[in-house]
T-cell receptor, first 113, second 110 residues
Framework: DGGITQSPKYLFRKEGQNVTLSCEQN?????MYWYRQDPGQGLRLIYY???????QKGDIAEGYSVSREKKESFPLTVTSAQKNPTAFYLC????????????FGPGTRLTVL | QKEVEQNSGPLSVPEGAIASLNCTYS??????FFWYRQYSGKSPELIMF????GDKEDGRFTAQLNKASQYVSLLIRDSQPSDSATYLC??????????FGTGTRLQVTL
């Protein structure tokens, strides 16, 4: 069963803590993306990766970090430097960067207490 | 000016009617255009994409693209209550990244 999985579904964090969100895909896609969604706003791109061991900043990368050690995995770390981290985080993948049909995982809802 | 603009709605249509959702974009170099459906609390689901001027039909959905006027629309025929959701328009520009609109909320009434 091909798809994108994200975990956890809900995450609660105290201020000052770093947290890592998991994203795994078994679609054999080269490109992966992280977005955040806030109420009333569109999806905003945080980071994206075209191939293993390579990634680029999106529009709102400050306070976030990523790694791409395996093709299937693209974890996102929300650091304590992110001033307003409460949001719905969405991971997506596509065949390649030039093929823009992106498919989304179920998302992680992060709440900072 | 927002790069991708959508009316936030809600757009209310009766069951069985045609729902028309519109999106305008600012980058004339945009190449690819997508419509996603997002139910409340869920992630976006790709329902249509279009690359060339004109119409593209898939079941009850039709995407329409007019690059000269920089707009893309989605028509939903025979609207059903299950179509009630937020519809996100996404546009791929010259950098091959997607830019999303804020979405239009559609309500299909009985």
């Amino acid at each position: 069963d091909g798809g994108i999985t994200q975990s956890p579904k809900y995450l609660f964090r105290k201020e000052g803590q770093n947290v890592t969100l998991s994203c795994e895909q078994n679609l054999n896609h080269d490109a992966m993306y992280w977005y955040r969604q806030d109420p009333g706003q569109g999806l905003r791109l945080i980071y994206y990766s075209q191939i293993v061991n390579d990634f680029q900043k999106g529009d709102i990368a400050e306070g976030y970090s990523v790694s791409r050690e395996k093709k299937e995995s693209f974890p996102l770390t929300v650091t304590s430097a992110q001033k307003n981290p409460t949001a719905f985080y969405l991971c997506a993948s596509s065949i390649g960067l030039a093929y823009n049909e992106q498919f989304f995982g179920p998302g992680t809802r992060l709440t900072v207490l | 000016q927002k790069e991708v603009e959508q009316n936030s709605g809600p757009l209310s249509v009766p069951e069985g009617a045609i729902a028309s959702l519109n999106c305008t974009y600012s980058d004339r170099g945009s190449q690819s255009f997508f419509w996603y459906r997002q139910y409340s609390g869920k992630s976006p689901e790709l329902i249509m994409f279009i690359y060339s001027n004109g119409d593209k039909e898939d079941g009850r959905f039709t995407a329409q693209l007019n690059k000269a006027s920089q707009y893309v629309s989605l028509l939903i025929r025979d609207s059903q209550p299950s179509d009630s959701a937020t519809y996100l328009c996404a546009v791929s520009g010259t950098a091959s990244k997607l830019t999303f609109g804020t979405g239009t909320r559609l309500q299909v009434t009985l």
